[in-house]
């Protein structure tokens, strides 16, 4: 049996009910077997188009926010969300081979980067994320 609503269709499945041996009354057997059946909800074209299109706009970490003139000498924009700006981030100290060959969590700072990290020479990679955090202007 399917029962279809605007959005999502619902289909009711016994097929994997286990058979009940016979009984005195089928009545009997009605609740046991609706407490097997199993519903599967499927995706229709109207929800998955509105999902694809984007119309929310994005929020928290993925919105683009101002930055300062030291963050955008190594991101090179002046709006950007704190997850590109970690990505153009990590970017520049991949170009610049910048991690500490001994360790690879600990990153040897560039001018560029005291600028950003505080006027520290050597930052954990861990700590780069809570560094950042003052560059972005409200």
């Known amino acids: 049996m399917a029962l279809s609503s605007g959005i999502l269709s619902t289909f009711m499945s016994a097929e994997t ?8 009354s089928p009545a009997l057997c009605l609740p046991r077997l609706r407490s097997n059946l199993r519903m599967v909800r499927t995706l229709t074209y109207a929800t998955a188009s509105k999902m694809a299109t984007g119309e929310r ?11 300062s003139p030291e963050m955008q000498a190594v991101v090179g924009a002046p709006e950007i969300s704190r997850t590109q700006a970690l990505k153009r981030i990590w970017a520049h100290i991949k170009e610049n081979n910048l991690q500490d060959p001994e360790n690879k ?4 700072c560039d001018e560029k980067l005291k600028k950003i990290f505080g006027g520290k020479d050597r930052v954990g990679f861990l700590e780069i994320a809570g560094l950042i955090s003052p560059h972005f202007l409200k």
């Not at 009910?17 to 005195?24: G, H, I, M, R, T």
């Not at 706009?57 to 930055?67: D, E, F, L």
């Not at 969590?105 to 040897?108: F, G, T």
């Open 57 to 67: 706009q994005p929020r928290g970490i993925m919105k683009p926010r101002r930055v």
């Open 17 to 24: 009910a286990p058979l009940l041996k016979s009984s005195s």
């Open 105 to 108: 969590k600990i990153i040897v």
